[in-house]
């Protein structure tokens, strides 16, 4: 079982195939400001998940990586987790 933060934590700092590996099989990514963008806002399922995650991390934003988020994402996940005591299931 892994907590909101370990998964967001994998999330930013995986590769494409690790980051989707961590969605359901009929998950869904949606990041709707990609649409002013002229890109696809919506992504179904790991395949679709993982291309564009690829597409994003190799063409759109090579080398793109997260950084000095760690203080605000611990404050954002703290708030989650002291609402709940529940893990999410791997």
């Avoid at 359901?24 to 179904?44: F, I, K, M, Q, W």
Wanted: no cysteine.
């Amino acid at each position: 079982m892994k907590t909101a933060k370990e998964l967001f934590q994998a999330y930013i700092n995986g590769s494409a195939e690790e980051s989707a590996a961590l969605f359901a099989d009929n998950g869904a990514l949606e990041l709707p400001y990609l649409a002013d963008l002229g890109v696809e806002p919506r992504y179904e399922g790991r395949k679709n998940i993982g291309a564009f995650l690829s597409f994003l991390h190799e063409k759109m934003y090579p080398n793109f990586k997260f950084v000095d988020v760690k203080q605000r994402v611990t404050q954002i996940l703290n708030r989650l987790t002291s609402s709940t005591s529940k893990s999410i299931p791997p």
